[in-house]
């Protein structure tokens, strides 16, 4: 291990069965072994040596292992150090999840096709994943990322074995309900399924093909458009965050800026 070598293990708070493991600049090595979870992560630097049961893959940055339970492999630098990041994710949760995506069993889980990905969308939509654990964001925006992750792995895939249900649109009235009437609450994706009737993949899918946005995207939208009167109206920037369900001032300006391209405060300097 280098001398400026970093690492961090953790388990989400919000997903208990989510845990997260990250190495900067790190020389170490290990000898092969296999995990009882799903297990797969994103190179950020450096070069290694992938081994997954009999077959040697040359891995960099940018790409995505994946690694089925059970499977014996190891991952090794080539030279020097390396950087990466990978989640463990409780084999049952994947199970219940492929359950509502493709209607198979919840204990006959698909495995990941393939040992690496090499395309950037993978690496980006993992990398969000990444960061929404790391700063604990709310379990929705957590569990919705890391649904999105998963979808793209397997859905498609796969055969179905029966068609998505077509969702009655009073079902997904309830959830927008239930969101605009809580904005302040940290509503998880179970929670709205449990008011929709739905599985969550279920909801997940037909809540943005109704709104054309997921329903953790839609009560950030919401918020932020609420937001907008407070500040107008002279409510605080901490008031206003605290008010309206944010983990913390930080998370607010954060998606305050990415919708509107100006902080709350240059927003509120605006009017008040």
Known sequence: MTSTAKHLLKRSKQLPFVELRQAKHSAACYHSHSHDE??????????????NMQCHHHINQGHTVTINPGDVHSCNPKQGAWSYRMLFVDTAWIGQLQ????????????????????????YHLLDKVFNSISL??????????????LEQ?????????????CIAKPQLKRVEE???DQLDS???????????G?????????????????????????????????????????DTALDLGFADQSHFQRNFKKRLALTPRQYQGFFV
């Open 198 to 238: 739905l599985s969550r993949y279920h909801l997940v899918r037909s809540f943005k093909q109704a709104y054309g946005l997921s329903p953790h995207a839609f009560q950030l939208n919401q918020r932020i458009n609420l937001a907008k009167a407070l500040l107008r109206e002279g409510s605080s920037i901490a």
């Open 99 to 122: 359950q509502e995506m493709l209607a198979r069993p919840a204990s006959d889980f698909c495995a990941f096709e393939q040992h690496y990905l090499s395309d950037q969308h993978s």
């Open 178 to 180: 239930c969101i605009q």
């Open 136 to 149: 604990e964001s709310d379990s929705l925006e957590q569990e919705s990322l890391l649904i999105a992750f």
């Open 38 to 51: 799903f297990s797969f992560g994103v190179i950020d630097t450096g070069e290694a040596v992938y081994k």
């Open 153 to 165: 792995q397997f859905v498609g895939k796969h055969p179905l074995r029966a068609e998505l249900r």
């Open 186 to 196: 940290q509503l998880s994706l179970s929670d709205l399924a449990e008011v929709a």
